[in-house]
């Protein structure tokens, strides 16, 4: 089994930047690529930002050149630095492994809030 607490969301104005962390415990080193996802306020859950145990990484069309992934294997840590923030980024964020494009269902954390105003 493995869990994510996922941490730093908050508000911001347009513009602004946060930096969310996503700390992973248990059987981690099952997992090759983990993924940062977001589900906004009536919308379907989206996968936004992975990242492979060597480091390569993919973005979503929505956040690509904005936000960047990154991981701290020594500290079973996945980061997502955002930039140039969007009111249509506010949703909560979700981290969580990619087994063959799709999440694990058990593996749901609680998320983190992300909430941009105009």
């Known amino acids: 089994q493995v869990q994510f607490v996922e941490s730093g969301g908050g508000l911001v104005q347009a513009g602004g930047s946060l930096r969310l962390s996503c700390a992973a415990s248990?059987?981690?080193?099952?997992?090759?690529?983990i993924g940062w996802y977001r589900q906004a306020p009536g919308k379907q859950r989206e996968l936004i930002a992975t990242?492979?145990?060597?480091?390569?990484?993919n973005y979503g069309d929505s956040v690509k050149g904005r936000f960047t992934i990154s991981r701290d294997n020594a500290r079973n840590t996945v980061y997502l630095q955002m930039n140039s923030l969007k009111p249509e980024d506010t949703a909560v964020y979700y981290c969580?492994?990619?087994?063959?494009?799709?999440?694990?269902?058990?593996?749901w954390g609680r998320g983190t809030q992300v909430t941009v105003s105009s």
């Open positions: 248990g059987r981690t080193l099952s997992i090759n690529t």
């Open positions: 969580n492994a990619v087994i063959l494009g799709s999440p694990r269902s058990d593996y």
């Open positions: 990242i492979s145990s060597g480091s390569n990484t």
